[in-house]
């Protein structure tokens, strides 16, 4: 079953806005990871959070992650035309051999 | 220098034909997956395989026989294709299981359409 699910499915921002998506999951887990996939391409990860964290940065990203709502957000700050791509959220379970149950993911369009 | 790559980018083919596709990370990473991802982009595990071992079968039709001859390849046979199947197929790894940080590197992908 899909662990992961993420809204909105689909955001549409202008550049330099920020842009939030959300994460939700059903069992305990050991990590998040949350990935980018441009058009045609592969899956790029960005960032891992692992349960015991509540807030993660990395450059205009910012990942938090609250176990007792089994959620997850990801915020990138000041957006650019080249953030526009599919970003995907993906847990990782204990003792789950790195087995990752991705989400549907959110199709962000930034708009020069 | 390309982490994990993979061959053919496109397969198109005719219902109830045999294909492969191949997979090869540089990465040195042990532990390698194969994903599918449908029209609704929702991407979901079939196999792992970690230093040649089969770790991760998920319920997939036997008709799919993934093959590590080695850790830094892994491959994966399809019999009798049929139009379900047609999606796009990732290929990924990662270090090793159970390591610290989890990252999975992903391949380029390879779009199979079956006719």
């Known amino acids: 079953s899909q662990q992961g699910e993420e809204d909105p499915q689909a955001l549409s921002i202008q550049e330099g806005e920020n842009a939030t998506m959300n994460c939700s999951y059903k069992?305990?887990?050991?990590?998040l990871q949350w990935y980018r996939q441009n058009s045609g391409r592969g899956l790029v990860h960005l960032i891992l959070i692992r349960s015991n964290e509540r807030e993660k940065h990395s450059g205009r990203l910012r990942v938090t992650l609250d176990t007792s709502k089994k959620s997850s957000s990801l915020l990138i700050t000041a957006s650019r035309a080249a953030d526009t791509a599919s970003y995907f959220c993906?847990?990782?379970?204990?003792?789950?051999?790195?087995?990752?149950?991705f989400g549907a993911g959110t199709r962000l369009a930034v708009h020069p | 220098d390309t982490a994990v790559s993979q061959t053919p980018k496109y397969l198109v083919t005719q219902m109830g034909n045999d294909k492969s596709i191949k997979c090869e990370q540089n990465l040195g990473h042990d532990t390698m997956y194969w994903y599918k991802q449908d029209s609704k982009k929702f991407l979901k595990i079939m196999f792992s395989y970690n230093n040649k071992e089969l770790i991760i079968n998920e319920t997939v039709p036997n008709r799919f026989s993934p093959k590590s001859p080695d850790k830094a390849h892994l491959n994966l046979h399809i019999n009798s294709l049929e139009l379900g199947d047609s999606a796009v197929y990732f290929c990924?790894?990662?270090?090793?299981?159970?390591?610290?940080?989890?990252?999975?590197?992903f391949g380029p992908g390879t779009r199979l359409t079956v006719l």
């Open positions: 993906a847990t990782e379970r204990s003792g789950g051999y790195n087995k990752l149950i």
């Open positions: 069992t305990s887990i050991n990590n």
């Open positions: 990924a790894s990662s270090q090793e299981v159970g390591a610290a940080y989890n990252e999975q590197f």
